[in-house]
């Protein structure tokens, strides 16, 4: 009998440690895009990855963290299952590509300028005159596809568009309004030259992701914006609240 109670307990316990081994690791991805997400000294870091890493610790989610080229990233988010993309802004074009966990953020493209480069389009159909620079597979992008710009040149990373901005290679850089802020506040030297559409920026989740686990990371990120934890993780990066 002892003997029968043994070989249970033992048939208990290896199926637990398998179930453990064998639990989903939620995958995110992000890009280098400061100051919501960005790696410094091999750390990832930034407003953005702050609230993933305290959602995921309080849903006690077992999750990977990787930055990768912008388009590379929403192509495996959309593509493999348990993989998330982060901080994704959410127009019509995605919608039904993905399950959205969101408001990470709320803000508004805008185009900017080197300062003093004499480029002052009024409205959009003035800003066609000349070449915008914004990252490849950003939804920025289609944004300016939909409205027949031109000439867009696009990059791997939000860090090579601003170069060729200040080197005078492109005329205008697409980003979020509160991204210009920043970066401005540390002193590069951009000015706003027009501003565009309002969108939320979330969490892009492959559609094969349990909906039980969407409703939780739901959850958590209303909980963070609810007790003043976003705002005061904005507020440390430089960045105005959503309201």
Not at 15 to 23: K, L, Q, W
Not at 24 to 30: A, G
Not at 74 to 97: I, Y
Not at 174 to 184: G, L
Request: hydrophobic share 40%.
């Amino acid at each position: 009998m002892r003997q029968i109670a043994f070989a249970l307990a033992l048939l208990l316990s290896s199926t637990a440690v398998s179930g453990t081994a064998n639990a989903e690791t939620l995958k995110l991805l992000t890009e280098e895009y400061p100051p919501y997400n960005f790696s410094r000294d091999g750390v990832i870091s930034g407003a953005a990855v702050e609230q993933a890493e305290l959602m995921m610790k309080a849903l006690d989610t077992p999750y990977s963290l990787e930055i990768l080229p912008w388009a590379r990233a929403l192509s495996r988010a959309e593509n493999q299952p348990w993989t998330c993309v982060f901080t994704t802004g959410h127009d019509d074009e995605r919608d039904k590509r993905f399950k959205w966990v969101e408001p990470l953020l709320i803000d508004r493209m805008v185009m900017v300028r080197k300062i003093r480069s004499g480029v002052n389009p009024a409205n959009i159909e003035e800003a066609k005159r000349f070449t915008v620079g914004t990252q490849r597979g950003d939804f920025s992008g289609t944004y300016l596809q939909n409205h027949a710009f031109p000439k867009i040149d696009l990059a791997a990373d939000m860090e090579t568009t601003l170069k060729k901005l200040l080197s005078g290679r492109i005329d205008l850089m697409v980003t979020s309004e509160k991204t210009f802020e920043a970066m401005r506040d540390q002193g590069t030297a951009i000015e706003p030259a027009l501003t565009l559409e309002g969108k939320l920026y979330g969490f892009a989740c492959n559609l094969s992701l349990p909906d039980a686990m969407v409703e939780k990371m739901q959850a958590q990120l209303e909980k963070l914006i609810a007790d003043g934890t976003q705002d005061r993780i904005f507020a440390k990066y430089g960045i105005r609240a959503n309201r």
